[in-house]
């Protein structure tokens, strides 16, 4: 019997199953199989014309099955098929590569040789392979979860110039797993904080802080001084962003990602192997694919994903070893297992394929469909003061919360009804059409995607609570708790 493995973003879709038994001859039998018995997943696997979307990669064992026959691939009977998911993450890699940095004129003084002795007596680094790292700069995308071991790990390393990319302030959810900032830090700007950490560790290292979001206007220039880009970033615009930005300069892209015990990580260079969007052509759509902050993480995730990120980062510095230019490597923190798909090359990618269509950065919000909150949506958007003088006024509203059950035991509004968004579709009968429905989650995201699932079933007196439980917390009742 073959099975197929479930990633964490879609077990909600299936009834919770990571692995699924199936008697199939061809990847089309199984995946038909699979979402006849749990019709939830179609959506997340199919587009509207029963294609498979282009976010979701399927792989028989370690290969993509789109280089190999596609759905016709024939399925043995102890075959594995993973559904690999784009997440909120061609040429095999080749080893012995020229290093990215010559050590110039670097020399080390005597500090420096007794700070670094444990690498001088490696003989893969040495004192040619110091004198490199100190020669070399590293532009961080993000001072979060997956910044932050990469930084303090890049400084301690002896890497020469670091460059941090951030505009963001250090808030007390973030110490949970943003181990380079501290509790007095909370309120600071994360560009700050991370910077006073890093010349802690090693003051002998130049920092650049670009308290900026990256853009299609600044990317190129921010990019163009540094040897290598790691990407810690947290959403899709800004993911495709750096892609594209790497593959214009050909620079590699140190690529990480997590979503609650599930890792993924690759190292993207075009002029090697494949890029990003050789793997994901295209972004999953607004809301499909939970961030962080919706879905949440294990605090230690992004320590073990930046750690693998600052290693990939320190042997392409070197060119010693074998990264994972052509590798998507999976880490699955529950199961304690790793797992390696091969990439390939896509010669039609669009970016860094042999004709390409994408030759200058463009729109990644556009791209990635999100765009300014449009009036139409604003007019389905209820603030949390607004809720509360309708509630008071005496006024019949049902309350829809649809975060996950753990959530609501942190906190809930009272008299609310508990729904998660994966399930709302299957139980939309136990709600009425003719309420009026003030739907709520964490922070406003899960809810949107619920009130436009219920408006496509019909439902029209909804009311989507904007900024969720947590803008309830902040502006009508401080004893609800913030998480
Ligand atoms: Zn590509």
């Known amino acids: ?140 995308i993000g001072a979060g979860g997956l910044g932050s071991p990469l930084a303090l790990y890049l400084a301690a390393a002896g890497v020469g ?80 962003l750096v892609n594209d930005a790497c593959v214009l300069l050909g620079k590699p892209n140190v690529y990480g990602s997590i979503f609650r015990f599930d890792g993924q990580a690759s190292v993207f260079w075009a002029q090697e192997g494949p890029c990003y969007r050789c793997l994901y052509p295209e972004p999953p759509p607004p809301g499909l694919v939970p961030s962080c902050a919706e879905g949440g993480v294990l605090g230690v995730l992004p320590g073990m994903i930046g750690i693998i990120q600052a290693t990939e980062t320190i042997k392409l510095l070197l060119g010693i070893g074998d990264t994972l230019v052509g590798r998507l490597l999976l880490y699955d923190a529950l199961k304690m297992k790793f797992r390696e798909m091969k990439l390939q090359k896509d010669p039609d990618c669009p970016v860094c394929g042999a004709h390409p269509t994408v030759t200058e950065l463009i729109d990644y919000q556009e791209f990635c469909g999100i765009r300014p909150h449009a009036a139409e949506d604003d007019a389905w958007d209820i603030t949390a003061t607004e809720l509360k003088q309708r509630l008071d006024a005496g006024e019949d509203l049902v309350l829809l919360d649809v975060r996950e059950p753990h959530e609501w035991d942190i906190a809930h509004l009272e008299g609310a009804t508990l729904i998660p968004v994966g399930q709302v579709q299957a139980r939309a009968g136990e709600l009425n059409t003719a309420d009026d429905i003030v739907v709520y989650c964490k922070g406003g995201t899960r809810s949107a995607r619920a009130v436009q699932e219920l408006r496509s079933m019909g439902f029209r007196k909804l009311k989507n609570l904007k900024g969720g439980i947590n803008a309830w917390s902040q502006d009508v009742d401080p004893s609800v708790p913030l998480y």
Do not use: C, W
């Open 1 to 140: 019997m073959a099975k197929i493995l479930i990633p964490t973003a879609l077990k909600q879709y299936a009834e919770g199953q990571e692995e699924v038994d199936l008697e199939a001859g061809t990847v089309d039998e199984a995946l038909a199989d699979l979402t006849g018995r749990y019709p939830g997943l179609k959506k997340h696997l199919y587009n509207e014309s029963g294609a498979l979307r282009n976010f979701v990669n399927i792989y028989l064992n370690d290969e993509d099955v789109r280089y190999l026959e596609r759905g016709k691939t024939k399925l043995a009977a102890d075959d594995s098929l993973s559904i690999i998911p784009a997440i909120a993450g061609g040429a095999p890699a080749q080893t012995g590569r020229r290093p990215l940095v010559e050590d110039g004129h670097t020399t080390l003084d005597a500090t420096e040789i007794q700070r670094y002795s444990r690498h001088l007596l490696v003989p893969e680094i040495g004192l040619d392979g110091q004198k490199k790292l100190k020669a070399s700069s590293v532009l961080m």
């Open 161 to 240: 110039r670091i460059g941090i990319v951030d505009f963001d302030v250090v808030d007390y959810s973030n110490l949970q797993r943003q181990v380079i900032h501290n509790t007095s830090s909370v309120g600071q700007p994360k560009l700050e904080s991370a910077r006073d950490r890093i010349l802690e560790v090693n003051p002998g290292v130049q920092v650049d802080l670009y308290n900026t979001a990256l853009s299609s206007e600044n990317a190129l220039e921010i990019f163009a001084p540094y040897d290598v880009i790691v990407d810690g970033t947290d959403n899709f615009p800004t993911r495709y």
